[in-house]
């Protein structure tokens, strides 16, 4: 057991190394000192490395060891980069000696050009599959599943089922943990799982193994429902069924984890106001334009907030005070309304949409919104009325704090819930539209008391 | 395929019949609506259900079935209160069944008295794995495993090792994707694939199948760090072992997606400065009690920036324009902070730690901040200058934009860094702290250029 320190020294060091043999295209070396690191470590280096860097390494690995590294490059550093400059037939190569989700990753991304003179040099079974694939959208459960896979017909048993495994698993790149019984050329009729295969006697028919999946899901399936159906059944993976029954291939756990992870980047990037497309380690140009627009968006909805302090800029000229009083006032709102934003558009992920009534979470969070505005509102109050030694004027700041906090929590709540029942993502601009409404809310209730009670 | 509203409409039906069947104890008809529901799928509706209306369900259940509904109950619906009404030999029945980490998470959150009670009436080898299993932090590698695995010798060939998994897998209740081979009563050795077991020709000795483990991990390791490598690996389990080289357990992939998601609920309610633990689907109270120790702390650094705003009383008495001006250079620069508070998060969390430069991160945002400010303080700038038809207001207005959002950018990267770097989740207070810097800085900014350069 090796601390985190001296892991990542490890790491630096062996990064080191390679950025030296990339120096001196010392290919010999670099595969020393790549020997004995998983392909993933071997991944994690490569993403390191300079965008120059990196195309040579993968041109001095062997083919199949070229392939299982490009399989675990993050496609936020854009593998298929690692791929273009190389010969056709040596990206053939490679290309051949992936699972075909994978490589179909890779050729998805690529100039049409590019992209032909690949799949020209592949064996024409191999090309047909790839190209296939590519038909799905990306994010689609054809999008990310495989087309490797052990089918069985229903109507061998045990001992057979398992030679004929062995014939078919010998070009699979993928693991698989289930066999799938189809009958009918190839209509699903049922899985039965590794283990209950490597239990049975040998005479057991498959078809009395078999056990209706848990779940199946359809190619144009959502990426990410796809990936909440794998973890509701606890499935290592599921198998994607055309409309006629017909078996086309598997998503298995692992592409699912990583949909997870890709959706949390977007939702957390979503909340924060920036763009759900932003390589998380891009550089600052790609940042630049990511997030501006955003920002843009910020300043026109910060403008009618804007307005609405200008309209009462006479108030504020009688009791300048209110000037720092709003500020407070509105950052507590703005922090009500993501807290209450925050909790419904997890709720909607985790349940793939509202599994309660509507109505039900909006009461719970008006019941929020007058509970903690109600406590803020009585503490900022107190303050006001000991500051300004006038109990009216606390009263005011009271008011528009419990009122803005109520505004705010249904707010957080309802704009995700709307946005979500109109087919939109619940997280994209949630956050903006939610603090211009407490902004707004909160400016106008405290200085519209102000002008009516203070003046 | 049905689309998603029948799949509702199915949902609440099936849990009007249920809550009927609830209403009249009706524990025949309860047992028919739900046969043929998979454990999940009857989990999701008892959790719909009232809680008082819940135990009564599960009691009526064989202790079969009731194991594994138990099992698939999210734990933020407190499934250990279904357990603890029911008589412990009941209780001890169902537990019985269930995987055993599935079944240690079911005693952790029961008083000692109802987890004795149970445990007294459970086989003592039974006992001794659960209580053992809950010596572990639950968010432990230790706390997440589960001892259910198939443990074999060395010395065995492919055909014995079959034979002796047949009679191993009989008491287990999680699926195995591998064998563990062990040397020295319990030292792990390596690991074999299931399938490559399978297509092995049988007189092969396991030593000669057996690979080194891509990764093992240490009982203490946070689970955090486990579910990634579990996902940087690709593997379904990985082995759990002691500082011995003892193998103790294993942790299997559905339970580091559940990690990941439990995980992906507290960085975007950290984020959105809440409480990690608020239960997404609670009650208002409980939100109430999570919620509001932020809001107050949120009140008190609120009082900070509000504290600049009153110290320039006398500027804004003078020049009430900028009241409306202030709340959008701090809005801006707010939400420039929490996008590159929110990339950097996410960031440290798919790396599990900076790979790269601290410095690299910080020269990045820096620019970003740069130039997004420049942008950004450019528009606002015209418009402050065709508005009050003056020069200086619009490069004061320029300036004070320009300069919080670089600070919100550099604040939005240097704050998580910085709590990561002290040992600190990344995530928790980040968004108060960076707000709280840009709502100082940017009235700061504009109130003080004005009162040096417009008064």
Redesign the interface.
């Known amino acids: 057991?090796t601390t985190?320190e001296e892991r990542?020294a490890a790491?630096e060091e062996q990064l080191e190394q390679l950025r030296a043999c990339v120096a001196e295209r010392a290919a010999e070396r670099a595969g020393d000192c790549l020997a004995g690191l998983?392909p993933?470590?071997v991944a994690?280096l490569v993403e390191?490395l300079e965008e120059e860097e990196r195309p040579w390494v993968i041109a001095s690995l062997p083919p199949a060891r070229a392939a299982e590294v490009l399989a675990e490059i993050e496609p936020d550093r854009a593998p298929e980069r690692l791929i273009e400059p190389l010969p056709p037939d040596r990206g053939a190569a490679i290309l051949a000696r992936m699972a075909d989700d994978d490589a179909a990753d890779l050729l998805g991304p690529l100039s049409a050009e590019a992209r032909e003179r690949i799949v020209a040099s592949l064996p024409s079974t191999r090309a047909r599959t790839l190209l296939s694939l590519l038909r799905y959208d990306e994010e689609s459960a054809g999008g990310i599943m495989t087309t490797e896979l052990v089918a069985l017909a229903a109507g061998l048993n045990a001992g057979e089922a398992?030679e004929e495994?062995?014939r078919q698993?010998?070009d699979q790149h993928e693991?698989?943990?289930s066999v799938f019984v189809t009958e009918d050329g190839g209509r699903l009729a049922g899985i039965v799982?590794?283990?209950d295969?490597?239990?049975a006697a040998p005479e057991v028919p498959l078809r009395e193994l078999a056990e209706e999946p848990?779940a199946t899901v359809?190619p144009e399936l959502d990426q990410e429902e796809v990936a909440r159906q794998?973890?509701?059944?606890?499935l290592?993976d599921v198998p994607v069924v055309s409309?006629e029954g017909l078996l086309l291939g598997r998503v298995t756990?692992?592409d699912?984890?990583?949909v997870?992870?890709e959706e949390?980047?977007e939702?957390?990037?979503r909340?924060?106001?920036?763009d759900p497309d932003?390589q998380?380690?891009g550089?600052?140009g790609h940042?630049?334009r990511t997030?501006?627009p955003?920002?843009?968006v910020?300043?026109a909805t910060?403008?009618l907030?804007?307005?609405i302090?200008?309209l009462f800029?006479n108030t504020?000229?009688q009791l300048?005070?209110l000037?720092?009083?709003?500020?407070?006032i509105?950052?507590?709102g703005?922090?009500?309304g993501?807290?209450s934003?925050?909790?419904t558009?997890?709720?909607l992920a985790?349940e793939?949409?509202l599994?309660?009534g509507r109505a039900q979470v909006a009461?719970?969070?008006l019941?929020?919104g007058l509970?903690?505005g109600a406590?803020?509102g009585l503490?900022?109050g107190v303050v006001g009325l000991l500051w300004q030694g006038d109990m009216t004027f606390g009263l005011v700041v009271l008011a528009a704090m419990w009122g803005n906090?109520v505004v705010a929590s249904l707010a957080g709540a309802l704009v995700p819930i709307v946005l979500d029942r109109i087919g939109a993502d619940p997280a994209v601009a949630s956050a903006?539209f939610v603090?211009t409404f407490t902004?707004i809310a909160g400016?106008f209730l405290l200085l519209g008391l102000a002008t009516a009670v203070l003046l």
């Open positions: 057991v985190p990542a790491r998983h993933s470590d994690d390191d398992i495994l062995r698993a010998h693991p698989f943990y799982g590794l283990r295969l490597v239990l848990p359809p794998l973890r509701q059944y606890r290592p409309a756990w692992d699912a984890m990583e997870v992870e949390q980047t939702d957390v990037l909340l924060s106001g920036t932003e998380v380690r550089g600052w940042a630049v997030r501006l955003w920002l843009l910020n300043l910060g403008a907030a804007a307005l302090v200008y800029e504020i000229d300048v005070v000037a720092a009083i709003m500020p407070v509105a950052g507590l703005g922090n009500a993501t807290q934003l925050a909790v558009i997890r709720r985790m793939g949409g599994r309660t009461l719970k969070e019941l929020v509970a903690n406590a803020v503490v900022i906090l903006v603090t902004d400016f």
